[in-house]
């Protein structure tokens, strides 16, 4: 139990076009669900957590317009990347929170992002 | 405000050999404490978890820590390492129970397995 599962496990576009990575809960209902990045060899950099059906609440520095999250449902998250440049390639993982409660995250496997 | 950090961005140690990873945590109140595993281009499996019960921790894969919060430590430990221990260790740190709390990582440390 307690699978997270994130699509696409990599992607590769140009600069300019935007990109959306879905993070879902597969065999739990999730009420909180956060976005991480991992630059090489460096560790995970919490960038936002969102909520289901309302806003997400960004990290400072992090700029929202840029790193668009929606929480639509208690399954599923999304995060758009948009107008990607190269300096946005990194390795991002979202994990997701049972909404049973208790604190402990479980891990998407990641989504390897490449702007040319 | 919570932190953790993790000695030692490199430990090597010879196949069945101890296994010690140092993380240090600071916190404002009572932490939950984490030790997650991550293998190349892979997301975070999770070791062991301290949740204020028990201070001596047992996890997957032989891999147990210490609460010691005299010390302000939750060091990772395996008596005898195997070579698919090699991999990326990270300490994190939340602020107890709430739904609401972040989970803080430390910098990593890169556990390597010598034949």
């Known amino acids: 139990g307690a699978v997270v599962s994130q699509h696409p496990s990599w992607v590769i576009c140009k600069s300019g076009t935007s990109v959306k990575i879905e993070c879902r809960s597969l065999d739990f209902q999730a009420t909180t669900m956060f976005w991480y990045r991992q630059f090489p060899k460096q560790s995970l950099m919490l960038m936002a957590t969102s909520n289901e059906g309302s806003k997400a609440t960004y990290e400072q520095g992090v700029e929202k317009d840029k790193f668009l999250i929606n929480h639509a449902s208690l399954t599923l998250s999304t995060l758009t990347v948009t107008s990607a440049h190269p300096e946005d390639s990194s390795f991002y993982i979202c994990?997701?929170?049972?909404?049973?409660?208790?604190?402990?995250?479980?891990f998407g496997p990641g989504t390897r992002l490449t702007v040319l | 405000a919570q932190s953790v950090t993790q000695l030692g961005s490199h430990v090597s140690v010879s196949e069945g050999a101890l296994v010690l990873l140092r993380c240090n945590y600071s916190?404002?109140?009572?932490?939950?404490l984490f030790w997650y595993v991550q293998y190349p281009n892979q997301g975070l499996q999770l070791l062991l978890k301290?949740?204020?019960?028990?201070?001596l921790v047992k996890g997957i894969n032989g891999f147990e820590a210490e609460f010691k919060k005299s010390e302000t430590s939750f060091h990772l430990t395996k008596p005898s390492a195997h070579m698919s221990d090699a991999a990326e260790y990270f300490c994190a740190v939340s602020a107890g129970g709430s739904s609401a709390s972040k989970i803080i990582f430390g910098s990593g440390t890169r556990l390597s397995i010598r034949p």
């Open positions: 994990s997701a929170r049972p909404w049973t409660g208790g604190n402990e995250q479980f």
């Open positions: 301290y949740t204020s019960a028990a201070t």
């Open positions: 916190s404002s109140v009572p932490p939950y």
